[in-house]
């Protein structure tokens, strides 16, 4: 699913017009995007949890040549399901 099947949801579910829903989940993205660069959790009920979290720096090695390298620090993105959302793709 795309940015533009959502939007096509939206107008169908909702009867906006296009640009107002293209407008609603550019909102809606936007304030999700921001969200989660000031580094807060996002939990949507119903569906699960948006997680920013760092790692430290580590060493690593390169797999062509063996040399070690140093991976620098960094925040992730990680997402964990609702209970509802896996039993709804399990069939459940």
């Known amino acids: ?8 949801s939206v107008y169908q579910k909702t009867g ?3 640009k107002d829903s293209a407008e609603i989940i550019e909102t809606v993205f936007d304030l999700i995007k921001s969200t989660l660069e000031d580094g807060e959790k996002i ?18 090695r390169n797999p062509q040549t063996g040399e070690e390298i140093e991976i620098s620090s960094r925040r992730i993105l990680t997402f964990k399901p ?6 709804a ?3 459940g």
């Open 1 to 8: 699913m795309t940015k533009a099947d959502l939007v096509e």
């Open 16 to 18: 906006f017009s296009k």
């Open 43 to 60: 939990k949507i009920a119903g569906f699960g949890n948006f997680v920013v979290k760092e790692k430290s720096t580590r060493r690593g």
């Open 82 to 87: 609702s209970q509802v959302l896996k039993s």
């Open 89 to 91: 793709i399990n069939g």
